[in-house]
């Protein structure tokens, strides 16, 4: 592409006029205008991105729905950590919460994998923002027991200065499964890194290590979802109960009266 962009333009740069690079532009894709002193100029577009501006994560005032991203991070082509889930930074700053939805398209896949241990790190970039989960694996069940999380979003005001958001939990152990499961939860997970930034995971499913073929495997559900799943059922129960109580109860005291009448 660069070395047929370069003959082009020497072969095309001695004609007069601007046709050429109108050529340019039709043929070669990925070409584009721009000015220099007063001239228009071809510049190809990795030339332009390299000198466009840093990127930098835009805080949002208003909560919104994580995208899901599905990350897998290989080893001898081989998945050892898969996750899939949605992730949102929430940052306070002048009493106020902003927010800041990781974008899936956007996410660089890095990290290691070990027999005891493994990291899978997404990365934004310009390393605009970053999300670290360290597996540990024991002889039954695996987990994480370090997460790092780092954010460096434009300034949400005029007059604020940069700022970079970091936090860290060390030493836990979240997600707690069963070797050869995977952790599985549709509530919302809200996780305080700092005491400026936490970190929200809804929905997510991850499991580290022992991935056959590559896929999750038995879904093992958090509190969160049993909970919401069982709280109706044993509500409904005891309402059934009730009924069934204030039934008999309505029975046994309509039989005694009978039983009075007959007396009389």
């Known amino acids: 592409m660069a070395i047929l962009f370069c003959v082009l333009t020497a072969m095309l740069k001695g004609h007069r006029g601007g046709w050429y690079l109108f050529f340019l532009a039709a043929v070669i ?9 007063g001239s228009i100029q ?14 930098r994560p835009v805080l949002q ?58 990291l899978l790190s997404l ?23 370090e997460m790092n999380a780092h954010l460096s979003p434009m300034p949400v005001c005029k007059d604020c200065s ?8 060390a030493h836990e ?8 499961q995977s952790f599985m939860c549709k509530s919302e997970n809200l ?11 809804v929905p997510v499913q991850m499991q580290a290590f022992n991935l056959s073929q590559g896929q999750y495997g038995k879904e093992v ?20 109960c009730l009924i069934l109580i204030s039934l008999m109860s309505f029975l046994v005291v309509r039989d005694r009266r009978r039983d009075g009448y007959e007396r009389i």
């Open 29 to 37: 894709p990925g070409v584009h205008f721009q000015s220099t002193n």
């Open 42 to 55: 071809p510049a190809l577009e990795s030339e332009l991105h390299s000198k466009g501006q840093i990127y």
């Open 61 to 118: 005032p208003s909560e919104a729905t994580p995208q899901t991203g599905n990350y897998v991070k290989k080893d001898r082509g081989k998945p050892c950590i898969r996750i899939t889930m949605g992730a949102e930074f929430l940052v306070t700053e002048n009493k106020k919460t902003w927010y800041f939805d990781l974008d899936p398209s956007r996410v660089r896949v890095s990290g290691y994998c070990g027999k005891e241990e493994a």
């Open 123 to 145: 990365t934004l970039p310009d390393n605009g923002a970053s999300l670290q989960f360290k597996f540990k694996k024991e002889k039954t069940v695996f987990y994480v027991i």
């Open 162 to 169: 940069n700022k970079t958001y970091k936090g860290v939990l």
């Open 173 to 180: 152990k979240l997600f707690k499964t069963a070797n050869g």
């Open 191 to 201: 996780l305080l890194m700092s005491s400026e930034l936490k970190i929200k995971l």
């Open 221 to 240: 559900e958090c509190w969160a979802d049993y909970n919401k799943r069982i709280i109706p059922i044993i509500i409904g129960a005891a309402v059934v």
